[in-house]
């Protein structure tokens, strides 16, 4: 069954550090989205991307974070300067386009980000 | 404002019995809704979903929630649990009309833990 991957499964990195998290979406897909978790908080929604261009963010998706697709198979979240409360679980989803299919998303195992 | 409530935190209960987890949106208009489940160390599964046509919805592994839209409540029920239902349940809404086309709304999270 096809399914979301996300690498790496737990990346640690000091304060100021770049960090990219990195997805493969189902291959069929067209939507994709990153979500957070901070620990014992509700999951968030962060941003969603489709046809090449960020088409939703939230107050938290500030200028520290981007997202590309770089190539046909991988999206990318990227913080340019971490903080100490971007410590948390990252999700990468995704879900077809069309009529109701575009609402089920599909979920990655996510990254767990620690910042030091 | 947009919010999803799962009123309770944890669920204890025993092998074979019935649950329910509960979970309530605010919103006077059309909304989508979600059941995820996340087992220890993996990502996050949709369980089952609710659209639009019959209120009452079913997954593959006996649960149900049935959508109640006076109430604005979309109720997760199993009639008879086993200890492999042990998870964190999290209910989602879109809420399309309020400029959230494809960003879902988590609650809080239900932790059941199903005792021998």
């Known amino acids: 069954e096809p399914e979301v991957t996300q690498t790496p499964s737990h990346q640690v990195t000091q304060m100021g550090q770049e960090v990219i998290l990195r997805c493969v979406p189902i291959?069929?897909?067209?939507?994709f989205y990153w979500y957070r978790q901070i620990l014992g908080q509700k999951v968030e929604f962060l941003v969603s991307?489709?046809?090449?261009?960020?088409?939703?963010k939230s107050e938290i998706f500030d200028d520290q974070f981007s997202v590309e697709r770089p190539d046909g198979s991988n999206f990318t979240l990227k913080i340019r300067s971490t903080k100490l409360e971007d410590s948390a679980m990252y999700f990468c989803?995704?879900?077809?386009?069309?009529?109701?299919?575009?609402?089920?998303?599909?979920f990655g195992p996510g990254t767990r980000l620690t910042v030091t | 404002a947009q919010s999803v409530t799962q009123l309770d935190s944890q669920v204890p209960v025993f092998e074979e019995a019935p649950v329910e987890l509960r979970c309530n949106y605010s919103?006077?208009?059309?909304?989508?809704l979600f059941w995820y489940v996340q087992y220890p160390n993996q990502g996050l599964q949709l369980l089952l979903k609710?659209?639009?046509?019959?209120?009452l919805v079913e997954s593959i592994n006996g649960f149900e929630a049935e959508f109640n839209k006076s109430q604005t409540s979309f109720h997760l029920r199993k009639p008879s649990v086993h200890i492999s239902d042990t998870a964190e349940y999290f209910c989602?809404?879109?809420?399309?009309?309020?400029?959230?086309?494809?960003?879902?709304?988590f609650g809080a999270g239900t932790r059941l833990a199903v005792h021998p």
């Open positions: 989803a995704s879900s077809e386009a069309g009529t109701g299919l575009d609402y089920e998303q599909y």
């Open positions: 291959s069929n897909h067209l939507y």
């Open positions: 991307f489709y046809n090449n261009e960020i088409s939703e």
């Open positions: 919103s006077s208009v059309s909304v989508y």
């Open positions: 609710y659209l639009s046509g019959s209120t």
């Open positions: 989602a809404v879109i809420f399309p009309f309020s400029g959230g086309y494809n960003k879902l709304i």
